[in-house]
C-alpha cells in the first residue's frame, strides 16, 4: 500500500510536468514562427526575459508575446521589450505582478482597451497631437495611433517612477518563474520514464485492489453491510 501511494504520487508530480513541458513545446514553436515571421532575432526572449528581470516563466512569456505578435502591436523585438519593461513596473506601482501588467498592456493596446489600459493607470488621448479626427484614418493608422500615444502616457508615468528597484516579491517572482521553467524541462527529459513507470502503478494498481477485496472477504466485509 505504501509503495502503491508513494508512486502515485510521484506519477502525478511527474505528470503536471510531463503537461507542463507539452504546453511550452506548442508554445515556444508558435513562438519562433511568430518571431521570424516577424523579422525578430533568436534572442527576442532573453531579450524579454532581461526587459522583465525573470519574474515571468518563459512560457507564459512566450504567450504574451505570441498574442503581441498575433495582435500586430510591436514593430519590433525591442520595442516588444520596452513594453513589458514598462508593463513590469506600472504594474508592480500598483501592487500588481508582472504577468498582470504585461496582459493588461498588450491586451489594452491590441483592442484599443482604455479599460484594460485603465489597470494600469495609463489614460489615452488618441486625438491629442494627431491634427486630425481618428475617425479620418484607416483602422491601420488608428491602431498606429492608439498603440503610440499609449507608449507615450505609459513612458511618462514610468519616468515618474524613479529609478527601478527590484524588491522581495519580485525576487520571490523570479525564483517561481526559474522553477517553472525547470519543470517544463524536467518534464520533458522525465516523459518516458514516466510512461514506463506508470504501467507498472497500473499493474500495482489491480494486484492492490484484489488485496482489498481478499481483506474484506476474510473480515466479512464483503460489500453487504
Known amino acids: 500500500g505504501a509503495a502503491f501511494f508513494a508512486a502515485r504520487g510521484l506519477i502525478t508530480g511527474f505528470s503536471k510536468m510531463i503537461e507542463l513541458s507539452g504546453q511550452f513545446q506548442k ?7 511568430l518571431a521570424a515571421s516577424s523579422g525578430f532575432s533568436t534572442k527576442a526572449l532573453q531579450k524579454f526575459q532581461t526587459a522583465t528581470d525573470g519574474t515571468v516563466s518563459s512560457l507564459d512569456l512566450m504567450r504574451q508575446a505570441n498574442n503581441a505578435m498575433l495582435l500586430g502591436i510591436a514593430d519590433s523585438e525591442d520595442q516588444m521589450a520596452n513594453m513589458f519593461d514598462v508593463a513590469q513596473r506600472l504594474a508592480g506601482a ?21 479599460l484594460m489600459l485603465d489597470n494600469l493607470g495609463i489614460m489615452v488621448d488618441v486625438e491629442k497631437g494627431l491634427g486630425v479626427a481618428s475617425s479620418q484614418l484607416t483602422d491601420q493608422q488608428r491602431k498606429q495611433a492608439f498603440v503610440n500615444a499609449t ?6 508615468l514610468v519616468g ?5 528597484t527590484l524588491t522581495m516579491s519580485d525576487n520571490i517572482l523570479a525564483m517561481k518563474a526559474a522553477v517553472s521553467d525547470a519543470a517544463a524541462m524536467l518534464g520533458d527529459t522525465f516523459a518516458p520514464a ?20 481478499k481483506v474484506n472477504e476474510l473480515t466479512g466485509r464483503d460489500g453487504g453491510g
Do not use: C, H, P
Not at 515618474?160 to 527601478?164: Q, S
Not at 514516466?194 to 477485496?213: A, E, H, M, P, R
Open 27 to 33: 508554445v515556444e514553436k508558435g513562438f519562433k514562427s
Open 194 to 213: 514516466v510512461i514506463k513507470v506508470s504501467g507498472w502503478v497500473t499493474t500495482l494498481t489491480g494486484y492492490f485492489s484484489d488485496f482489498v477485496k
Open 94 to 114: 500598483l501592487g500588481k505582478d508582472t504577468a498582470f501588467g504585461i496582459e493588461s498592456l498588450v491586451t489594452g493596446l491590441g483592442r484599443q482597451s482604455k
Open 151 to 156: 507608449m507615450r502616457s505609459a513612458n511618462i
Open 160 to 164: 515618474k517612477l524613479g529609478a527601478e
